[in-house]
C-alpha cells in the first residue's frame, strides 16, 4: 500500500469521508487512491477557494472536519481567503497541502515555495510527512487536532514521494480532545453578577449559538434581565419559528456601541470581546463600555451548552423561562424590487430546514429581520469578513445536508471571487438556489469610502467601486457553468422564480436587479 491509500484510508476511518479539492501533478496518486477507497467522496472543485470555503461550510452543517487538497504553495495561496474565514469561525478543516518530492525541493523548480511559511498564517496545527511510514499516523493527529475543542485547521504537507511510495499503513483513528469541564466556580460567580442590580449582558457565539444552548442563555437573561446578544458573524446561528430570536451585535461600530451602551459586565459564552470591524479615524477599536467588566462562562475548548444549562439552574431559572419566536411571515412583496424586497420574498417563502448561506452584505442587510418569524432555519455567515465564502460554503453545506434546501444570499462583487462554485453545484447536482443582488456596485465600500474620512465624491474613487462598464450578465455566467438561471426586475417576477427554484431539485441562480441601498 502506498502513502496515498494509507493516507485516505485512515482519513476514512477517522470519520473523514469527503474531500474538497483541486489538485495538480504532485497530488496525483492522492487522486488515484480514490478508486481504491471508495467511501472517500471526491469533490472537484475549478478554484482553490471554491475548495476551502466548501470545506468550512461542510463543516459548519456537518459538525466534523472535511479533508480539502490543494496544489503546492499557489494553490494553497489561492485558497487562504477561504480558510482564514474558517480559521475565524473555528471550523474543523484537515488541509493537505500537496509538495514537490523531497528530494526535489534542492532544485528550485518553478513550484517551489515555502509552504509551511504561507500555512501558517491559517493553521493552528502544522506538519510535513516526512515518510511513507509516518504519513498515516499524521493523517489521524490532524484528524483529532482539527475536531478539536477547539476545532481549527490542521494543515498536512504531503511531499509526493511520501505519496507513492509504498510501505503505508493506515493507523487507528486518534481520539479527540474533550472539552474543559465547566468551572463551578465561574458559574457561580457569574450568577452572583447576574443576579446583582448592575446592568449585565450575555455574549454567545460559536456553539453557543445551537438551538439548544440559546434555550438555556435566554431562561438566565429572562431570570436576571440581562441583555442577550450573539456575535456579529456566528458560523452558524439556529433560529426561526420554535427557536429562541437572538439579535446580532451590529456591524456598525457606533450601532454596536449603543447595543453595549451602559453594561456593567459582559459575560461571554463561546466568543469574544466585542472589537470594531476596522479602525475608523477618531472611533474606539474596543467596544465593550469603559467600567464594563468581562467574565468568559466558556471558552472555544470549553462545552457552552453545560455551561450555559448550569448557569440557568444557578440563577434558579423555571424551564419554560426561554423566549420563543412565534411563526411569522410578511406579506409578499409587489412593484418594482428593491434589495429589501428580495428579503421579504424570502421571509414569505423560506422551507422548513433550510440553510441560508449570508453573503449579502449590504443588499442582504434586511435578510435576518424579515426571516426571524420564518420556519426553523440554519444560517451560515462571513465569519472572517473575506468576501468570497457564500458560495462555496452552500456547496459544502449542501453536501453535508443533501436532504435540505440550501438558498444564497450573494452579492455581484463578492460572487465573482468564486463564481466557479456554480460549476461544482451543477456538477454534484446540488439543491442550491442562489438569490443574486445585482446593483452594479461595491455597495458597502462606497459607504466605508465616507466613514474612513477618505475623498468624499472623487470620480476616480467612486469609479473603483462601480461595476458597470460592463454591466455582468449573471444569468448567462451561471448558465455557462451549467445552472438554470434567471433575472427579475419586479416583485412580482422574482416572487414567482422564487417559489420555482425552491419547488424544484438542484441548483437554481436568480438575478435579482435592485438599486443600491446606499
Not at 103 to 120: F, G, M, N, P, W
Not at 250 to 257: P, R
Request: aromatic share 4%.
Amino acid at each position: 500500500m502506498n502513502g496515498a491509500n494509507a493516507l485516505i484510508r485512515t482519513l476514512v476511518d477517522s470519520g473523514v469521508d469527503v474531500c474538497f479539492m483541486n489538485p495538480g501533478t504532485s497530488e496525483m496518486h492522492f487522486v488515484a487512491a480514490l478508486d481504491d477507497v471508495r467511501e472517500m467522496r471526491g469533490v472537484l472543485a475549478l478554484f482553490e477557494g471554491v475548495a476551502t470555503g466548501a470545506a468550512d461550510g461542510y463543516a459548519r452543517m456537518a459538525d466534523k472536519p472535511a479533508a480539502v487538497l490543494l496544489h503546492l504553495g499557489p494553490g494553497l495561496g489561492n485558497g487562504l481567503a477561504n480558510l482564514h474565514n474558517a480559521r475565524k469561525g473555528h471550523t474543523p478543516v484537515v488541509n493537505i497541502v500537496g509538495d514537490h518530492a523531497t528530494y526535489h525541493k534542492q532544485y528550485d523548480a518553478q513550484l517551489e515555495s515555502d509552504i509551511e511559511t504561507v500555512a501558517r498564517n491559517v493553521s493552528t496545527w502544522l506538519r510535513t510527512s516526512a515518510s511513507v511510514e509516518e504519513v498515516a499516523a499524521d493523517a489521524a493527529d490532524a484528524v483529532a487536532v482539527a475536531s478539536g475543542p477547539p476545532a481549527q485547521i490542521a494543515t498536512l504537507i504531503l511531499p509526493a514521494d511520501v505519496s507513492w511510495s509504498e510501505g503505508g499503513t493506515p493507523a487507528a483513528p486518534v481520539a479527540p480532545a474533550q472539552p474543559t469541564p465547566v468551572d463551578a466556580d465561574a458559574v457561580a460567580a457569574i450568577a452572583a453578577v447576574l443576579q446583582g442590580d448592575e446592568p449585565a449582558a450575555l455574549f454567545v457565539g460559536g456553539r453557543a449559538c445551537r438551538a439548544d444552548a440559546l434555550v438555556d442563555a435566554s431562561r438566565v437573561a429572562n431570570t436576571t434581565g440581562a441583555k442577550l446578544l450573539a456575535e456579529t458573524f456566528p458560523a452558524r446561528i439556529e433560529r426561526g419559528a420554535g427557536r429562541v430570536p437572538v439579535d446580532r451585535l451590529a456591524y456598525l461600530a457606533e450601532f454596536a456601541a449603543m447595543q453595549l451602551d451602559g453594561l456593567k459586565h459582559l459575560v461571554l459564552v463561546d466568543s469574544k470581546a466585542p472589537v470594531s470591524f476596522f479602525a475608523y479615524p477618531g472611533k474606539a477599536s474596543d467596544l465593550v463600555p469603559e467600567g464594563c467588566t468581562v467574565h468568559v462562562l466558556a471558552d472555544q475548548a470549553g462545552d457552552p451548552a453545560a455551561a450555559l444549562a448550569a448557569l440557568a439552574d444557578a440563577v434558579g431559572a423555571a424551564a419554560d423561562a426561554a423566549t420563543i419566536q412565534a411563526e411569522s411571515r410578511p406579506e409578499l412583496p409587489t412593484g418594482p424590487l428593491t434589495a429589501d424586497g428580495v428579503c421579504q420574498a424570502l421571509g414569505a417563502l423560506l422551507p422548513e430546514g433550510a440553510i441560508v448561506s449570508d453573503e449579502g452584505n449590504t443588499s442582504g442587510l434586511f435578510a435576518a429581520g424579515f426571516t426571524a418569524g420564518a420556519p426553523a432555519h440554519d444560517w451560515l455567515t462571513l465569519t472572517g469578513g473575506a468576501i468570497g465564502q457564500g458560495l462555496p460554503a452552500a456547496v459544502g453545506a449542501a453536501v453535508a445536508c443533501p436532504d435540505r434546501k440550501v438558498v444564497v444570499l450573494e452579492s455581484d462583487g463578492s460572487a465573482m471571487y468564486t463564481m466557479q462554485s456554480w460549476w461544482t453545484m451543477a456538477r454534484e447536482d446540488l439543491d442550491v438556489v442562489t438569490i443574486l443582488f445585482n446593483n452594479a456596485s461595491y455597495a458597502v465600500l462606497n459607504m466605508e469610502l465616507n466613514r474612513v474620512g477618505a475623498t468624499e465624491g472623487a470620480p476616480k474613487a467612486k469609479e473603483m467601486l462601480d461595476l458597470t462598464r460592463p454591466t455582468m450578465d449573471f444569468v448567462s455566467l451561471a448558465q455557462g457553468c451549467g445552472v438554470s438561471a434567471t433575472r427579475a426586475t419586479t416583485a412580482e417576477e422574482f416572487v414567482d422564480q422564487l417559489r420555482e427554484a425552491l419547488a424544484s431539485k438542484g441548483p437554481h441562480v436568480i438575478e435579482a436587479i435592485v438599486p443600491s441601498i446606499i
